[in-house]
């Protein structure tokens, strides 16, 4: 009898769904009244509407009915279908009314976070200034900006705090897309577009300037002329000499610096 119970339970099991998720239903959106697989289907079809006026996104939180693809019968969000009692989802939060048939994702609901997320519980931490859940590995090892993930990404501009997009934490503690990042690299772009701040060891092309602002040799008029300058990098200003080729700091030996005053001449 268990058997045969469990048996129902898995019918359908990955066999139904969308190109986001395995599951055996979909949701009526409150919003439109209509029906879709999940509620990045809804947004990704509204989003496309010719009038921009009609163009919406689906709260999570509000949906009330889910059908059942395998037997159709429409009823309230709940994890086992009222008619034919298959699991709907493997994976089902009553608060996101999230369903979802592939368990290796590791999905977990974050209640401080109030969405569900996925990776494992155990592979993640929230941290509460951040507004956040970040990999264990950044416990006590990253900067933290307050509610740095509550904002869109600097390069494709898509909102991060729900994004199904791996997103990577900076050094300065500003986030983005993990995608985005690695193109931002690619295109030799070293400093955090929000702050400005050098995201990777820039040691080596800073010995390299050194380098070439020894072998060259500046005009005469602009040889003693100083400006002031403010680091990026460390936020220090100090007042150095001008050169074609770059400002250093003084305090931190960057090169990621931006002159806030311009040549003079010394007196």
Same mark, same amino acid.
């Given at each position: 009898?268990?058997?045969s119970c469990n048996e129902r %339970?898995?019918?359908? @099991? =990955?066999?139904?769904?969308?190109?986001?998720?395995? /599951? /055996?239903?979909?949701?009526?959106?409150?919003?439109?009244?209509?029906?879709?697989?999940?509620?990045?289907?809804?947004?990704?079809?509204?989003?496309?509407?010719?009038?921009?006026?009609?163009?919406?996104?689906? &709260?999570?939180?509000?949906?009330?009915?889910?059908?059942?693809? !395998?037997?159709?019968?429409?009823?309230? !969000?709940?994890? &086992?279908?009222?008619?034919?009692?298959?699991?709907?989802? *493997?994976?089902?939060?009553?608060?996101?009314?999230?369903?979802?048939?592939?368990?290796? @994702?590791?999905?977990?609901?974050?209640?401080?976070?109030?969405?569900?997320?996925?990776?494992?519980?155990?592979?993640?931490?929230?941290?509460?200034?951040?507004?956040?859940?970040?990999?264990?590995?950044?416990?006590?090892?990253?900067?933290?900006? *307050?509610?740095?993930?509550?904002?869109?990404?600097?390069?494709?501009?898509?909102? %991060?705090?729900?994004?199904?997009?791996?997103?990577? &934490? %900076?050094?300065?503690?500003?986030? =983005?897309?993990?995608?985005?990042?690695? *193109? =931002?690299?690619?295109?030799? @772009?070293?400093c955090c577009p929000i702050c400005? /701040?050098?995201?990777?060891?820039?040691? /080596?092309?800073?010995?390299?300037?050194?380098?070439?602002? *020894?072998?060259?040799?500046? +005009?005469?008029?602009?040889?003693? @002329?100083?400006?002031?300058i403010l680091c990026n990098d460390?936020?220090?200003?100090?007042?150095?000499?001008?050169?074609?080729?770059?400002?250093?700091?003084?305090?931190?030996?960057?090169?990621?610096?931006? =002159?806030?005053? +311009? +040549? &003079? %001449? +010394?007196?």
């Open positions: 009898m268990e058997d %339970l898995d019918f359908g @099991k =990955m066999g139904y769904g969308c190109k986001h998720y395995r /599951r /055996r239903c979909r949701i009526r959106a409150p919003c439109c009244n209509e029906v879709f697989d999940c509620r990045h289907c809804h947004n990704e079809a509204t989003s496309s509407l010719h009038n921009v006026f009609d163009r919406h996104e689906l &709260v999570r939180y509000d949906v009330k009915q889910v059908i059942c693809s !395998v037997c159709d019968t429409e009823q309230p !969000v709940a994890r &086992v279908c009222t008619n034919c009692g298959v699991n709907m989802g *493997e994976y089902f939060c009553e608060v996101c009314k999230f369903y979802d048939d592939d368990l290796d @994702k590791g999905q977990f609901h974050c209640d401080d976070c109030g969405i569900c997320r996925v990776g494992g519980r155990e592979n993640f931490f929230h941290c509460s200034r951040c507004g956040s859940c970040y990999s264990v590995s950044l416990r006590n090892n990253h900067s933290c900006v *307050e509610n740095s993930m509550r904002h869109h990404c600097p390069i494709c501009y898509e909102y %991060l705090f729900d994004s199904l997009k791996d997103t990577t &934490v %900076l050094k300065c503690g500003h986030t =983005m897309h993990t995608e985005c990042y690695h *193109e =931002m690299i690619k295109r030799d @772009k070293c400005s /701040r050098s995201i990777i060891d820039m040691s /080596r092309a800073w010995r390299r300037m050194d380098e070439e602002i *020894e072998e060259t040799i500046m +005009p005469e008029n602009l040889r003693y @002329k100083k400006v002031w460390c936020n220090d200003t100090t007042e150095v000499f001008f050169h074609i080729i770059g400002q250093k700091c003084r305090h931190c030996e960057s090169y990621n610096t931006r =002159m806030i005053a +311009p +040549p &003079v %001449l +010394p007196q």
